[in-house]
Nanobody, 115 residues
Framework: QVRLVESGGGLVQPGGSLRLSCAASDNIFNYNMAWYRQASGKERELVASIFRNGRIDYVDTVKGRFTISKDISTVYLQMNNLRPEDTAVYYC????????????WGLGTQVIVST
């Protein structure tokens, strides 16, 4: 069982930037990986995906502002031009499909975008 540890969140003003990291306890390079977020009172939503074949997808609300990348054991999310609506707890995992995931969820990292 791979453990996932998210970090890099914090309080930032609108227009600011943060770089999130998701460190895995083992090699994840050959897995499809994704970042998700859950705002208070809302369901968790997919933010960005990076696939084994190199394809990358983003939800429309973050296109042009967020960049997902990964190396052998870490997934990154560079977030620029942050908006208040980006406020959420951010998580990473490997989606299988049908709402299932490869590993247990980590604790996430809190991002707050506010003046």
């Amino acid at each position: 069982q791979v453990r996932l540890v998210e970090s890099g969140g914090g309080l930032v003003q609108p227009g600011g930037s943060l770089r999130l990291s998701c460190a895995a306890s083992d090699n994840i390079f050959n897995y499809n990986m994704a970042w998700y977020r859950q705002a208070s009172g809302k369901e968790r939503e997919l933010v960005a995906s990076i696939f084994r074949n190199g394809r990358i997808d983003y939800v429309d609300t973050v296109k042009g502002r967020f960049t997902i990348s990964k190396d052998i054991s870490t997934v990154y999310l560079q977030m620029n031009n942050l908006r208040p609506e980006d406020t959420a707890v951010y998580y990473c995992n490997s989606p299988i499909g049908g709402g299932s995931f490869v590993w247990a969820w980590g604790l996430g990292t809190q991002v707050i975008v506010s003046t």
